[in-house]
């Protein structure tokens, strides 16, 4: 191995990439705007003739059953509802529901294996329940509820990839869903055309193959041997914790999200750059702040001066480009993507590679 990461990098993305992506990430990224496209084509009412009648249904609210990369599209539908939505969307990672849960609160469970344990117990207790449940799923036990349950009904999704991979698949039938049944506003006539040919310019731009030394690897290479913290404000908060899980799965990397205003109440005091206080590790970290053209004008002022004032001189505001919170989150997702990825090679590991996830899942079906 090279005597030091910017000996690495000349070793070449390209290279590393050869060596450790075993399982096909990067193309995975490369066609996430083509899953979103052909997703959100497919989950319609035009091809789900039941989710008319779901629409005209009265529901106080929908919980969104999953875990993991499965659970991640459940963040984005719930903050795109709070945003412009017609129904509060909550989001359960957990075996169990919510003690308050009754069936006028329609259930969305999604599994990309259909095996999940804990979506499968949550949604089978709904369902008992007298539950209203959509799944969507590539398969497995999840995928048969339907067959049992005469209020379950499928969206299939696509399989043969991990499911943070799949985010595009699983993201784009939520959102086709939702704007189905009249929850999520449906756009007009040619925005989405527009929106998905802006994110794959985007794509291609962040692509660190086509350009191996840009600055996406260059941010990695500056996160690689220091603390990693992500802030932003919170509508963009889905982003922030996907960044961070990709972080932790293709990277292999601990990251840690505030979310603004909140942390401004609390945990600014700890980044310091104003009196003595501050955390003694404030000055290691690399800082990134994810923004949005629609953030809330204070929102901004406190990013700026979180900027000028933070302990560390690592310390950046990374902007979600587009017309809307969709695209803007989107855009975000692409962009951290391609970092986790850059991050993960530069590490020297395989980023499909999760043997403590693997290793947990052995030990529970061995003491069962």
């Known amino acids: 191995m090279p005597d030091s990461p910017e000996a690495e990098t000349k070793l070449g993305m390209v290279d590393l990439a050869k060596a450790l992506d075993n399982e096909g990430m990067i193309g995975f990224t490369r066609a996430f705007v083509d899953d979103l496209q052909k997703g959100l084509t497919h989950a319609t009412p035009e091809h789900f003739p039941w989710m008319k009648d779901i629409a005209h249904s009265q529901w106080d609210g929908i919980v969104c059953l999953g875990m993991g990369g499965s659970a991640a599209g459940g963040d984005f539908v719930s903050a795109l509802s709070s945003f412009h939505g017609t129904l509060p969307i909550i989001i359960q990672r957990d075996y169990v529901l919510p003690s308050w849960w009754k069936p006028s609160w329609l259930i969305l469970s999604t599994s990309h294996s259909g095996n999940t344990e804990e979506a499968l117990e949550a949604t089978e207790t709904a369902l008992k329940a007298g539950a209203t449940a959509i799944i969507i799923s590539t398969g497995g036990i999840l995928s048969g509820m339907p067959e049992?349950?005469?209020?379950?009904?499928?969206?299939?999704?696509?399989?043969?990839?991990?499911?943070?991979?799949?985010?595009?698949?699983i993201f784009s039938r939520q959102l086709g869903l939702l704007r189905g049944i009249g929850v999520l506003p449906t756009p007009r006539e040619g925005a989405d055309d527009a929106m998905?040919?802006?994110?794959q310019k985007a794509c291609d731009g962040f692509d660190?193959?086509?350009d191996p030394e840009g600055d996406v690897a260059q941010l990695a290479l500056c996160m690689l041997e220091r603390p990693i913290a992500l802030l932003g404000p919170t509508e963009l908060q889905p982003a922030l914790n996907r960044f961070k899980n990709q972080l932790n799965e293709n990277s292999a990397r601990f990251a840690r999200i505030g979310v603004i205003p909140e942390m401004n109440h609390n945990e600014s005091v700890a980044w310091g750059g104003v009196g003595s206080d501050q955390d003694a590790t404030a000055v290691e970290h690399v800082l990134l702040l994810l923004t949005w053209q629609g953030m809330h004008?204070?929102?901004?002022?406190?990013?700026d001066w979180m900027v000028a004032h933070a302990a560390t001189d690592y310390a950046w505001k990374i902007a979600g480009e587009g017309n809307s919170l969709l695209e803007s989150l989107l855009h975000l997702c692409i962009?951290?993507?391609?970092i986790s990825?850059?991050?993960?090679?530069?590490?020297g590991k395989d980023p499909a590679a999760i043997g403590p996830i693997m290793a947990?899942?052995?030990?529970l079906e061995s003491v069962q």
């Open 148 to 169: 049992l349950y005469p209020n379950c009904f499928l969206i299939p999704s696509v399989a043969g990839q991990p499911p943070r991979t799949a985010f595009g698949h």
């Open 196 to 199: 998905f040919a802006r994110l």
């Open 208 to 210: 660190i193959l086509n």
């Open 297 to 303: 004008r204070q929102v901004n002022k406190r990013m």
């Open 335 to 338: 962009l951290m993507d391609w």
């Open 341 to 347: 990825l850059a991050l993960a090679f530069l590490h």
């Open 360 to 363: 947990l899942k052995a030990h």
